[in-house]
């Protein structure tokens, strides 16, 4: 029975350090039909990260995608675009930036999906 709650005060400890340490991590996926959007998914980076990586990937089955990953200070970091099958944008290791990142991702009378990871550590 003392296992139990041991196991809970190890878990709440990793949680507590994944927050001290300033780990972000986000995944997403859209499934979209003819569909015209501009989607904004914001990435987070503290002063505790060593590095901020987004990747996207996407299948498009009709329409166009674009993307643009854009850091705190307004710079471009990361473009895409395209109009059919199989797309794919990743940027490598940024030196982290601190404050609030975003990916931009518009889609045009686009059918298909698409996911995107991003990580700030």
Do not use: K
Request: aromatic share 4%; net charge negative; charged share 20%.
């Amino acid at each position: 029975m003392r296992a139990a709650p041991l196991a809970l005060l190890l878990v709440s400890a990793l949680s507590i350090a994944g927050d001290v340490m300033g780990d972000t991590e986000m995944r997403r996926s859209e499934t979209l039909e003819n569909r015209t959007a501009s989607i904004v998914y914001p990435i987070e980076c503290d002063a505790a990260a060593n590095d901020v990586h987004v990747r996207i990937s996407a299948r498009v089955a009709a329409g166009q995608i674009a993307w643009t990953l854009v850091d705190p200070r307004g710079q471009p970091r990361l473009t895409g675009a395209g109009t059919a099958g199989r797309l794919e944008g990743d940027s490598g290791s940024l030196a982290p930036i601190e404050g609030r990142w975003t990916l931009e991702v518009g889609v045009q009378n686009f059918t298909g999906n698409f996911r995107v990871e991003a990580t700030a550590r």
